[in-house]
T-cell receptor, first 117, second 109 residues
């Protein structure tokens, strides 16, 4: 059974970097597409980035200048770094697997990321 | 970027009734790469439908998807109490950008 679990600091100050990690069990991050998405409180979903074969990456053009996704095969984890955060980056952040292109079939439970001074 | 618009924003129905949810794209969705997700409060979304009409593993057959091009529909044939939630459509035919609709809230009447 594939499971994903997000972790990271819940509170980040404006202009700092939000760093999140997704720990994967039951599947290898060397296969499939591994994604980050987010959902501001009471709003819709936004795809942020994916990593494929722990090598290829793709980013939402609106966030590309501030986002990095990377993987650690030794820990079977992948991570998100979002720089220069503002209050608009406050959201629940989800990691998710896409077994095929763009279809998010397994999700983590989500972690709240709040930007506040 | 393909913009997805869902309608209605809120749908009020009773258990046992049929629900019809719409998703319209601002331009044609390549290969009918359109998915539907269900989200309950405090939970992550759950994949229901992909490829516009294929049910995901474990999804009951009362859920069905249809459509092509720019117009897509999710039908729940007979509503169960656990079906009341928010539903999102998502397109994945346009790289490098996946986009979601704003959601339809299905509430108990």
């Amino acid at each position: 059974q594939v499971q994903l679990q997000e972790s990271g600091p819940g509170l980040v100050k404006p202009s700092e970097t939000l760093s999140l990690t997704c720990t994967v069990s039951g599947a290898s991050i060397s296969s499939y597409y591994w994604n980050w998405l987010r959902q501001p409180p009471g709003k819709g979903l936004e795809w942020i980035a994916y990593m494929y074969y722990n090598r290829y990456t793709n980013y939402n053009p609106s966030l590309k200048s501030r986002v990095t996704i990377s993987g650690d095969t030794s820990k079977n984890q992948f991570s998100l770094n979002l720089t220069s955060v503002t209050a608009a980056d406050t959201a629940v952040y989800y990691c998710a697997r896409a077994r095929t292109w763009g279809v998010f079939d397994i999700w983590g439970q989500g972690t709240m990321g709040t930007v506040s001074s | 970027e393909i913009v997805l618009t869902q309608s209605p924003d809120t749908l009020s129905l009773s258990p046992g009734e049929r629900a019809t949810l719409s998703c319209r794209a601002s331009q044609s969705v390549s290969n009918n790469y359109l998915a539907w997700y269900q989200q309950k409060p405090g939970q992550a979304p759950r994949l229901l439908i992909y490829g516009a009409s294929s049910r995901a593993t474990g999804i009951p057959d009362r859920f069905s998807g249809s459509g092509f091009g720019t117009d897509f529909t999710l039908i729940i044939s007979r509503l169960e109490p656990e079906d009341f939630a928010v539903y999102f459509c998502q397109q994945y035919g346009s790289s490098p950008m996946y986009s979601f609709g704003q959601g339809t809230k299905l509430e108990i009447k």
